[in-house]
């Protein structure tokens, strides 16, 4: 893995995998104090797949959260909040839509 600071908010890597199932992966990461942007490209073996997410704090405890997946092996939309109850437990609600794996709603 190499990894390349490239401003104040955005890191930058490059990594590969060697074996049966190889790959070569490409990240890029914003993050600010209110938001993250990643990104992310991989090619490989079996696998190849272009990720895109987006977190954003809407107050002190509450984020919001988005991606977009596009693979080899289907492809998947999904968004969803967390937010902070008490100091040792939060609340994540995730609704993710895709193919192969249908309509998938997450409570944790």
């Known amino acids: 893995m190499v990894?390349?600071?490239?401003?104040?908010?955005t890191i930058g890597y490059i990594?590969?995998?060697?074996?049966?199932?190889?790959?070569m992966t490409t990240t890029l990461i914003r993050e600010t104090e209110n938001?993250?942007?990643v990104i992310t490209i991989q090619l490989?073996?079996?696998?190849?797949f272009t990720l895109a997410s987006y977190t954003r704090k809407?107050?002190?405890n509450t984020k919001l959260r988005g991606y977009i997946k596009?693979?080899?092996f289907g492809s998947m939309v999904a968004y969803g909040c967390e937010?902070?109850?008490t100091e040792h437990s939060k609340l994540t609600a995730t609704?993710?839509?895709?193919?192969?794996v249908g309509v998938l709603v997450k409570v944790k």
């Open 3 to 9: 990894a390349r600071q490239l401003d104040r908010h």
């Open 83 to 85: 937010r902070q109850i």
């Open 35 to 37: 938001s993250k942007a």
């Open 95 to 100: 609704m993710c839509i895709g193919s192969p």
């Open 58 to 60: 809407i107050e002190k």
């Open 70 to 72: 596009l693979g080899t």
């Open 44 to 48: 490989g073996v079996p696998s190849s």
């Open 15 to 23: 990594t590969y995998r060697a074996g049966m199932q190889s790959s």
